[in-house]
């Protein structure tokens, strides 16, 4: 297994290996990624893009003159993304995952590949944070009191993602000092299909009653006419764990960490 720099000439190959992918995570969660109506027209002119731009990082693994496996490490703020990760040759998986150079790189890993997951921890890679996904409107109306928050400065950081620049805010804390903070609706990548509405991403819920708290998040975002909802949380979390479950959200989405 050899792993080099993407060329132009390897494009058929990095779409055909992500598109199947995209197949996989389609079956997993069509709700989160159902594809777009011309999502492989769209992602093969994107992915020649990045074979080419400057500043993302496009790596493919070669074996006996196919390529096998590709990642893209994307450059976020303070941190890099590697996406578009394909495997079609499962003995490829620690030369690509070694290969990634760029730090600190997060990777998303759908909760229901559990062989990836597998790979990214034989190869050193930490699960930090998962994204669990459901509809924005809760199933009840939420109790409590709950005011606006806008002290952002004060806010503590949010676990591992990468969503990338999330603001401007929607934030809500309430009486025992716990705090909700929603994103701005975000619309679903191109390649990803658009039709069934935004999305808002909570990336910190935190206090003593963060099921009230999500609930009040919740109602303002479809009112605000998001229709979904994307939860960060920490891995190790297992008692937000049971409320996101409790809440109707389903985990989707692992956040592995290279060392």
């Not at 999502?39 to 093969?44: C, L, N, Q, R, T």
Request: net charge negative; charged share 20%; aromatic share 6%.
């Amino acid at each position: 297994m050899h792993v080099r720099l993407a060329k132009p000439e390897d494009l058929r190959a990095i779409t055909a290996l992500t598109r199947a992918h995209r197949a996989c995570l389609a079956e997993w969660s069509p709700t989160w990624w159902r594809p777009g109506p011309h999502a492989d027209e769209m992602h093969a002119a994107w992915l020649g893009h990045l074979v080419t731009a400057d500043g993302p990082v496009m790596r493919v693994v070669e074996h006996e003159g196919d390529v096998v496996a590709c990642a893209v490490a994307m450059p976020q703020p303070g941190q890099w993304f590697v996406d578009d990760v394909a495997v079609a040759d499962g003995r490829a998986w620690p030369a690509l995952l070694a290969a990634v150079e760029e730090r600190p790189a997060l990777t998303c890993v759908a909760t229901a590949d559990t062989a990836r997951a597998a790979c990214c921890c034989e190869a050193g890679l930490t699960w930090v944070s998962s994204c669990w996904i459901g509809p924005a409107a809760p199933s009840g109306s939420p109790e409590g009191t709950v005011r606006p928050r806008d002290d952002e400065a004060g806010w503590p950081a949010h676990p591992p993602h990468t969503f990338g620049a999330l603001g401007p805010w929607l934030a809500f804390g309430d009486e025992a000092g716990g705090l909700v903070v929603a994103s701005r609706s975000l619309t679903a990548p191109p390649v990803y299909d658009s039709s069934a509405g935004t999305v808002a991403v909570v990336d910190r819920l935190t206090g003593r009653d963060r099921a009230g708290l999500l609930a009040h998040a919740r109602s303002a975002i479809a009112a605000r006419g998001d229709v979904l909802v994307a939860v960060v949380a920490d891995a190790g979390d297992t008692e937000g764990a049971g409320i996101l479950a409790g809440a109707g959200l389903t985990r989707t989405i692992d956040i592995y960490a290279w060392p």
